[in-house]
């Protein structure tokens, strides 16, 4: 099994193109889509060598394991994106420390993300999951609650509604996960048709981002294809 940093270049190398292949097929600039490093379970040393590989996004799921990368490589210019679960009582030290959270799903969480932003940072850029299928196991708001939800984020004084995320159901055949991705694609067209102003969709992992690059994705985030399975969390 490949683990740790040591086959990283060649599997960074390898996203790299299949990302600039998919925006190619796609007719997209490669330049309009961020690959986001998923390193959650990581060691630090790793996001170290990615960053050494010219990767400026970070994606992470857990706050305190995070906190940790973000103190070791503070020196470095980064860009941090929450993508985990977000909790009542994690809210602070997210809104102290991250540029971006993906996972935004509840009002009273976004209204606490807000108050806590600090006045020194700009606004926390945020996007809202949308929970597509309406699977009980997920989170996300649901298709037809997402205007007005939108609209309450976008009220908000400290934080700066993006776009949309989604964590679709796993399908085998690639042309029925694009049906996902589109549909995300579709309601964030619906929100600007409405006075929204959303440029972000973030959608496609490991399994799936070239499809959710035909699909218009900006963001896509990567944790397995760039690391190798993840060790299972104690
Ligand atoms: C872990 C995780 C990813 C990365 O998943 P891979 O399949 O390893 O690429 C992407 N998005 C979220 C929200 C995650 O929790």
Avoid at 81 to 88: D, I, N, P
Avoid at 96 to 110: C, K, P, Q, S, T
Avoid at 129 to 135: H, P
Wanted: charge should be positive; aromatic fraction near 6%; include cysteine.
């Amino acid at each position: 099994m490949l683990r740790g940093s040591q086959n990283l270049p060649r599997r960074l190398q390898a996203v790299r193109e299949r990302i600039a292949a998919a925006a190619d097929r796609a007719n997209r600039s490669v330049s309009e889509i961020t690959l986001l490093a998923v390193t959650k379970a990581q060691p630090v040393d790793t996001l170290r060598a990615v960053a050494d590989l010219q990767v400026r996004d970070f994606g992470e799921s857990y706050l305190n394991e995070a906190m940790t990368k973000l103190d070791a490589l503070a020196t470095l210019p980064l860009t941090w994106h929450f993508v985990g679960r977000l909790q009542a009582n994690k809210t602070r030290s997210i809104a102290e420390h991250f540029h971006w959270v993906h996972g935004l799903d509840r009002l009273h969480i976004a209204e606490r993300l807000s108050a806590q932003r600090p006045f020194h940072a700009p606004p926390l850029q945020v996007c809202i999951q949308v929970n597509l299928a309406e699977e009980a196991s997920k989170g996300g708001v649901p298709p037809a609650e997402l205007a007005e939800f939108a609209r309450a984020v976008a009220g908000l004084p400290r934080l700066r509604l993006r776009g949309l995320m989604c964590l679709p159901p796993v399908e085998s055949e690639p042309a029925r996960q694009r049906v996902w991705f589109a549909r995300l694609r579709t309601l964030r067209d619906t929100l600007n048709e409405q006075g929204g102003r959303l440029d972000t969709l973030s959608m496609g992992m490991s399994a799936d981002f070239e499809g959710a690059i035909l699909e218009g994705a900006t963001v896509v985030r990567i944790g397995s294809a760039l690391f190798g399975p993840r060790p299972a969390r104690a």
